[in-house]
């Protein structure tokens, strides 16, 4: 059992990677302000959890980038240590960092808020990290940093060339991490940089919920299959791919919250290290295809309608997983049809998400 700070924890990412997490017997400390989730995901993830998790779970509203929040997290993974009379009493051993704004529209539009809370929240974090001893850290990189990528399946030692602020502030911690890592030893840090994350749960209690009218692809068509929108635009039909739609390597988000699991089992058990990992599952699908394997998932028609291409999309990114592969002894085993078969199972039962 290790005593786990989740930042962000009750976001997407963050809430089935906390119940994957529960499920393997860590004992967790969420810190999250809530400014892109709800406190029910974290209710529901307890539920789902079962009985007695939720002595495991421990919530804090606040904020990465107020060192008093970091503080009270950290005196928080300092209680369970008491009380679980654990031999080490830094309190929290590692930290699973998914805090952070993600939409790339929107880090053109306000930077600063980006570079902020991407930026000098990870600054602030790693801070309080060094301060109280912790020197393990799972964070959530992007593939977006890999811009407009020369080959595809992208190998992790692709140039890292960010099109948008998002990307930027992503690569800019990749980059600190790395100079934090060099300058005193005892870190172990691992950046995973996630590809196309859809789906949800296959219960269908937790799930996507984006604020407002969806970015992605994969919430787009769900809400549209929902009732909730009209019709998918399909951003571009002349990319030089088979069907001439953008491919995208997605990953069922439990895929990918076995891939922290297993991340952080590697870094808790060696020594000294930094990993630098693509998570993805090396398979391409287009829009188009999406769209088909929705409809069979759903059993309904998605109408949409082909508009010309969204700046700053590139025609493919797939990874190359194999680095994760050899090093996390983890790949991934969902389906696109599993992917759209979760997704509905979510927003069907969730129209309006946890509102
Ligand atoms: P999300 O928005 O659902 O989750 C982020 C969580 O962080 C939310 O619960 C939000 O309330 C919280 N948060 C934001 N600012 C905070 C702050 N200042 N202090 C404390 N909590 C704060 O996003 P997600 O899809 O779960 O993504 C998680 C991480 O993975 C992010 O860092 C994102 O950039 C990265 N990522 C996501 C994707 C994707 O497509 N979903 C792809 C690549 C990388
Ligand atoms: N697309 C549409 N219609 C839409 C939305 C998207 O056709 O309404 C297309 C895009 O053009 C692209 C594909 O669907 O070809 C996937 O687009 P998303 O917006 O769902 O995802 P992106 O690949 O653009 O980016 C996502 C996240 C980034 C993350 C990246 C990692 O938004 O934050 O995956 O590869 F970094």
Avoid at 151 to 175: D, F, L, Q, W
Wanted: proline fraction near 6%; hydrophobic fraction near 40%.
């Amino acid at each position: 059992m290790a005593r786990l700070l989740i930042t962000g924890g009750a976001g997407f990412i963050g809430s089935h990677t906390c119940l994957v997490l529960l499920e393997a017997g860590h004992e967790l400390v969420v810190l999250d302000n809530y400014a892109n989730s709800s406190p029910e995901a974290l209710r529901r993830v307890a539920e789902l959890a079962g009985p007695g998790a939720a002595n495991h779970l421990h919530v804090i509203e606040g904020d990465i980038r107020q060192p008093g929040d970091l503080e009270r997290a950290f005196t928080a993974g300092r209680a369970i240590t008491a009380s679980a009379q654990s031999a080490n009493a830094a309190g929290i051993d590692a930290v699973i960092h998914f805090a952070g704004l993600k939409a790339v529209g929107e880090s053109v539009a306000e930077p600063l808020r980006y570079w902020d809370v991407n930026v000098t929240g990870s600054r602030q974090l790693l801070a309080a990290m060094a301060a109280n001893g912790c020197r393990t850290l799972v964070f959530s990189s992007s593939a977006t940093l890999y811009g407009y990528p020369d080959t595809v399946p992208i190998p992790e030692s692709a140039p890292v060339c960010p099109i948008n602020p998002y990307g930027h502030s992503k690569a800019a911690v990749e980059r600190m991490l790395a100079d934090v890592a060099a300058s005193e030893p005892g870190w172990r840090i691992a950046s995973l940089r996630y590809f196309n994350p859809v789906g949800a749960h296959p219960s269908g209690r937790i799930g996507e919920d984006p604020n407002g009218i969806p970015n992605n692809l994969f919430p787009f068509i769900s809400q549209v299959a929902v009732g909730r929108r009209e019709q998918v635009q399909v951003f571009g039909g002349d990319w030089p791919t088979a069907d001439g739609s953008g491919v995208r390597d997605y990953i069922h988000v439990m895929d990918l919250a076995e891939g922290h699991l297993a991340a952080l089992e590697v870094l808790l058990a060696g020594e000294d290290q930094q990993l630098t990992l693509n998570l993805g599952s090396g398979q391409g699908h287009s829009v188009l295809e999406v769209i088909r394997a929705f409809e069979a998932a759903c059993g309904q028609r998605i109408p949409y309608v082909i508009t010309s291409r969204r700046s700053g999309d590139a025609a493919s990114t797939v990874a190359d997983p194999g680095h994760a592969k050899s090093l996390l002894s983890w790949q991934t085993s969902r389906t696109l049809q599993e992917m759209c078969r979760d997704g509905w199972a979510w927003q069907s039962a969730n129209p309006d998400g946890y509102r």
